[in-house]
Nanobody, 117 residues
Framework: QVRLVESGGGLVHTGGSLRLSCAASGFTFRTYAMSWYRQAPGKERELVATITSGGSSTTYSDSVKGRFTISRDNAVSTVYLQMNSLKPEDTAVYYC??????????WGQGTQVTVSS
């Protein structure tokens, strides 16, 4: 059974930092790319960042490029999202996901990030 458990969210002031974690299980983590998404109230879910299976390549949305860093530790089946210089518009529920047909329908409960101005 695929399981994704996000953690690390919280309330921070503008300019602050948070590090999100997503613990994965139920599939061979090291062989799949992983992504982070976010969904703000009243908005569609948005792709934030993706990392390849080995971690050698990453991509980011324009809205977070230069501020967020995605990484992974295949030894513990965990993907991370380091978020720096946070802005109020980063407020959302953050989710990790497996960008692969047949697995992309699995979602965790998400972790709430709130950035106060």
């Amino acid at each position: 059974q695929v399981r994704l458990v996000e953690s690390g969210g919280g309330l921070v002031h503008t300019g602050g930092s948070l590090r999100l974690s997503c613990a994965a299980s139920g599939f061979t983590f090291r062989t799949y790319a992983m992504s982070w998404y976010r969904q703000a109230p009243g908005k569609e879910r948005e792709l934030v960042a993706t990392i390849t299976s080995g971690g050698s390549s990453t991509t980011y949305s324009d809205s977070v490029k230069g501020r967020f860093t995605i990484s992974r530790d295949n030894a513990v089946s965990t993907v991370y999202l380091q978020m720096n210089s946070l802005k109020p518009e980063d407020t959302a529920v953050y989710y990790c996901n497996i960008p692969k047909r047949g697995l992309r329908d699995y979602w965790g409960q998400g972790t709430q990030v709130t950035v106060s101005s």
